[in-house]
């Protein structure tokens, strides 16, 4: 079967920094998807890695273990507006991702 | 920008009900894709294509149909409505050189099945 696992909330404060882990269990695995929705918006792209290490984008980063089937999303100098959820998505061979059940990142001043 | 539209952003149908729903992409994006999500279970896809007048299904198909006859227009099909398919669905494009892991999303349509 093909399943990932993150969690389901994570609350830190303004100006920390947040990581939020994803591992999954799948068969033809390309690569690994983030992406960020906000209440009542659409999921928008974040980052994707295809190898292992880190990617970074700004204050976001993500990275890649192949051999773990592990990634995590790394949030620094939070802000207010980051407060989303936050899914993984492994791409599949034929295309397709598959969506993680998504994590709800809360941020406190 | 990449902008991908849904015909609907709230639509209320009754059980038995043929139900369309429509998604038109600007950027000659081959791969377009639709997803349900609910509260709990992320996003799972239902239906894809990768070009006109192609199509796979998803993991979740039952119930639901698909059309592409344009490039830019992928419509999903709801042959029978029923109270289960209550739900947000969001409609998604990709370039084949991203090979669909950079997706964008329309802003979906809520349908509500009573």
């Known amino acids: 079967g093909q399943s990932l696992e993150q969690p389901s909330e994570v609350t830190a404060v303004e100006g920390a920094i947040v990581q939020i882990n994803c591992t999954y269990q799948?068969?033809?695995?390309?690569?690994l998807s983030w992406y960020q929705q906000h209440d009542g918006g659409a999921p928008t792209f974040l980052s994707y890695?295809?190898?292992?290490g880190l990617e970074e984008t700004g204050r976001f980063s993500s990275f890649l273990s192949r051999s773990d089937s592990y990634g995590y999303l790394l949030l620094q100098e939070l802000q207010m507006k980051d407060s989303a959820s936050y899914f993984c998505?492994?791409?599949?061979?034929?295309?397709?991702?598959?969506f993680g059940q998504g994590t709800e990142l809360s941020v406190k001043p | 920008d990449v902008k991908v539209t849904q015909s609907s952003r709230y639509l209320v149908k009754r059980t038995g009900e043929k139900v369309f729903l429509e998604c038109v992409q600007d950027?000659?994006?081959?791969?377009m894709f639709w997803y349900r999500q609910d509260p709990g279970l992320g996003l799972r896809l239902i239906y894809f294509?990768?070009?006109?007048?192609?199509?796979e299904k998803g993991d979740i198909p039952e119930g639901y149909s698909v059309s592409r006859e344009k490039k830019e227009r992928f419509s999903l099909i709801l042959e029978s409505a029923s109270t289960n398919q209550t739900s947000m669905y969001l409609c998604?494009?990709?370039?084949?050189?991203?090979?669909?892991?950079?997706?964008?999303f329309g802003p979906g349509t809520r349908l509500t099945v009573t």
């Open positions: 950027m000659d994006h081959e791969n």
């Open positions: 998604a494009s990709s370039p084949p050189a991203q090979g669909g892991s950079e997706q964008y």
């Open positions: 294509s990768y070009d006109v007048k192609m199509k």
């Open positions: 998505a492994v791409k599949h061979q034929g295309g397709k991702l598959i």
């Open positions: 799948t068969s033809g695995f390309y690569g």
């Open positions: 890695n295809a190898l292992d």
